[in-house]
């Protein structure tokens, strides 16, 4: 930052320096050229022509260097085939005379080195007198050493005063960005101490601007805890889950029951269903903290419906609904949660499954699935979120686990799973309701 901005301000000093030389030197030689243009109008209003037809003054120019030998103020005055008449400060040398151009109309300035030890300022305008004919050319010269010197100090002074204030400029936008950034340090110093073990969460006192990174970095570390502290949780329930049938199975092998494979394959399956749960639950939590989950529901209910079609052939399953809805979840965990819902209506069902799929209130989507089977009464609802509890009798194949994987999935990803009757087929209604996805823009 601090070179960024060294640069930016030694760019601008570098234009601003130069244009403002440009603009002093250019009064400083306007200045001195109206001086001279002043002189040259005197001369021209104190000439006449005299009885010899040659120029000469009513009155003399008042400057007292016009009669210094090489005083560095010259004029000179000439005419085509008449005898030049210049000032005795030229004494031995003479202004040249440009005929190539004419300057009856404008006054005509320039630089001239014809004296090689002396650069010059002149200025020169073409009159016709009264009672001539003659095209009489007026010069006026004096040495640039006077406007030299001047821009010479002006210069001096823009240089020194510029550098002067660039620095100054790169010492405070250094002031600025190290006060500005120097809470940066403390946050850094605070994260390594959070590393460390010394403490757990960033301190609030920071200024205005900091304040932001500082919760934001404060959320972070709370929902990293959360996480750590699920997963240590759900390891402690996976092995109190699986510590029972895995004792069924050690005693009665000990015992050498005669029904021991009966019972390790009763056992192996509630093991198998526990680790289905938790596996599936933990693969949310994973997915869940990626900020770019996003997924587009009605392509994942017509994912499910052509599978579950397969395998229920008899079923009809219709879709209607807002096909544009998309929800702040992973196509995978949508795709099993829905995969859940409409393959239990199939299978429980009368032989038709209806989905709807459309946006709620306060952010949130709600896929309703609903069928057209005996329904389920109010009072045993709850009891099909339990893990492994069936109210099937038929013995239909199941595991027990499909509606509790549903609501803990959602609820990871900040949605939740209600159970109600079906107004229209008169089954079991599910709405799944899940955040939205912020739309792009």
């Not at 009856?104 to 016709?128: G, T």
């Not at 040495?143 to 400029?169: P, Y």
């Not at 601007?209 to 709370?222: D, M, S």
């Not at 939590?285 to 997924?295: E, F, K, M, P, V």
């Amino acid at each position: 930052m601090i070179g960024a901005a060294a640069l930016w301000i030694g760019l601008l000093l570098l234009i601003g320096g130069f244009a403002l030389d440009r603009v002093l030197s250019r009064s400083i030689v306007d200045n001195f050229d109206q001086q001279l243009n002043y002189v040259l109008n005197g001369m021209i209003a104190a000439s006449e022509i005299g009885a010899d037809g040659e120029v000469i003054f009513t009155r003399p120019p008042a400057d007292q260097r016009f009669l210094e030998a090489y005083s560095g103020a010259y004029f000179q005055i000439s005419g085509n085939g008449q005898e030049t008449f210049p000032s005795r400060s030229l004494w031995d040398r003479r202004l040249k005379v440009d005929q190539a151009h004419q300057d009856l109309k404008e006054l005509h300035k320039y630089n001239s080195a014809e004296f090689a030890d002396e650069p010059l300022r002149v200025l020169e305008r073409d009159v016709i007198l009264p009672g001539s004919k003659v095209r009489w050319r007026y010069q006026v010269a004096q040495s640039r050493d006077a406007i030299d010197g001047q821009i010479r100090d002006l210069r001096r002074t823009l240089i020194w005063s510029f550098a002067i204030l660039g620095v100054g400029l790169i010492l405070m936008a250094g002031l600025q960005a190290t006060y500005g950034l120097w809470p940066l340090r403390k946050v850094r110093r605070e994260v390594a101490a959070i590393r460390d073990g010394v403490q757990t969460r960033i301190s609030e006192d920071f200024p205005r601007e900091v304040e932001p990174l500082v919760e934001e970095i404060n959320e972070l570390l709370a929902h990293s805890e959360a996480q750590a502290e699920e997963a240590r949780r759900h390891a402690g329930n996976l092995a109190h889950a699986l510590k029972t049938p895995l004792t069924v199975i050690t005693n009665a092998a000990t015992a050498h029951a005669p029904d021991l494979d009966d019972t390790v394959i009763r056992e192996a399956a509630v093991m198998r269903r526990q680790v289905d749960h938790h596996l599936a639950r933990a693969r949310a939590i994973g997915r869940r903290a990626s900020a770019q989950a996003r997924a587009t529901v009605w392509e994942s209910v017509c994912a499910v419906e052509r599978a579950v079609s397969r395998l229920y052939d008899q079923v009809t399953i219709d879709i209607a609904g807002d096909k544009e809805v998309q929800v702040r979840v992973e196509r995978q965990d949508l795709d099993e949660m829905l995969g859940n819902l409409i393959e239990n209506a199939a299978k429980y069902g009368g032989g038709r499954v209806f989905v709807t799929v459309e946006p709620a209130a306060k952010g949130f989507a709600q896929i309703l699935v609903e069928d057209d089977g005996p329904g389920i009464p109010q009072a045993q609802r709850d009891e099909l979120f339990v893990r492994g509890k069936r109210l099937d009798t038929t013995g239909k194949p199941g595991t027990g686990l499909g509606l509790a994987i549903v609501r803990d999935v959602a609820e990871i990803y900040g949605g939740r799973v209600e159970l109600a009757e079906s107004e229209d087929l008169g089954g079991l209604l599910v709405t799944l309701s899940l955040p939205l996805a912020m739309q792009a823009g």
